[in-house]
């Protein structure tokens, strides 16, 4: 694997691989490598010839300063784990890099009422913060095709939305969410979570399988609210539980039974924030 850290290094060697013909698949990341971002690579790999990974923690995107002080760093595990997985680049910048001019003035982006809802309403800026980087970063790396996890889902219906304004050429793929056997999403946050919290965070997997099982044409303010008090069985603190149209996000208390669905939620073991989501038909 070759690591990178400087932007104009990576751009140039980027740029004569694909002059030779390869194609570049590209798994952006905040690090804390597990087998959810390896899944992303694997697929990255299985459809390209050079497989890039970026390591970033974006302080832009983190509305509570804490979250960013929080967030999890282990990039000499990381690193053996993309050698493992046989990733071939590693591109590694430090925040100067990638905001030479400062966080202060930095480009926003139009992306309407996107982010007016769920995580947009829980952590404000968070998303402008992503398309800060992505924006950068896709210019930086070039790739052919980006691959994101859906287990962000509210995440990629963004990232879609920003490659359509930045009139940008490369292929987005969705990847489905990689669970730990009893369902939990794995995500770079759980190794935050006490034994006891592990435990009780599983609620957020058996709450969205619960409502998948029970949804019914009608109403769904009454499932609605049985599926928050299920998570706060499990010890949860709610931000919100909620269902919305699969491929616009819009927000939807009636369900004519063939509308594509998605249920989103996100809640906290005590510190830590936790975010997963279903469709449910
Ligand atoms: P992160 O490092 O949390 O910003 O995640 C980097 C990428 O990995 C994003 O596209 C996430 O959606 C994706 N990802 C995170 N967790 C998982 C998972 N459990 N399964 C599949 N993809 C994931």
């Not at 691989?17 to 698949?25: A, K, L, P, V």
């Not at 690193?79 to 071939?88: P, Y």
């Not at 009893?182 to 599983?202: F, H, I, P, Q, Y």
């Not at 399988?209 to 009608?218: A, L, V």
Request: charged share 25%; proline share 4%.
């Amino acid at each position: 694997m070759i690591l990178f850290k400087k932007s104009d290094d990576i751009t140039l060697h980027l740029k004569r691989m694909q002059t030779d013909g390869h194609t570049i698949g590209w798994v952006p990341t905040m690090g804390a490598i597990h087998k959810g971002h390896i899944s992303l690579l694997n697929q990255a790999r299985k459809e390209n010839n050079l497989t890039v990974c970026s390591i970033f923690v974006n302080p832009t995107q983190f509305n509570v300063a804490l979250d960013f002080a929080n967030y999890p760093v282990t990039i000499e595990k990381d690193i053996l784990m993309l050698e493992e997985n046989e990733t071939d680049i590693l591109f590694l910048p430090s925040v100067k890099e990638i905001y030479p001019q400062g966080t202060e003035q930095l480009e926003t982006f139009p992306l309407g009422y996107l982010e007016t809802i769920f995580e947009g309403v829980f952590r404000p800026g968070h998303f402008q913060g992503v398309c800060q980087v992505m924006s950068r970063l896709s210019r930086i790396i070039g790739a052919d095709h980006l691959y994101m996890g859906e287990k962000d889902y509210q995440q990629c219906m963004v990232i879609k939305k920003l490659l359509e304004i930045i009139q940008s050429p490369v292929r987005l793929h969705l990847c489905p969410t990689l669970r730990e056997p009893d369902g939990l999403a794995m995500s770079s946050r759980n190794m935050r979570l006490t034994e006891g919290e592990r435990k009780n965070a599983v609620g957020i997997h058996r709450t969205l399988m619960e409502m998948k099982s029970s949804i019914r044409p009608g109403s769904l303010e009454e499932w609605l609210l049985r599926a928050k008090k299920t998570l706060s069985s499990f010890d949860f603190k709610v931000d919100y539980i909620a269902i919305a149209d699969a491929s616009t996000l819009m927000p939807i208390t009636e369900w004519d039974g063939i509308q594509k669905t998605v249920a989103l939620a996100a809640a906290f073991q005590h510190e830590v924030r936790l975010i997963d989501n279903m469709r449910m038909n």
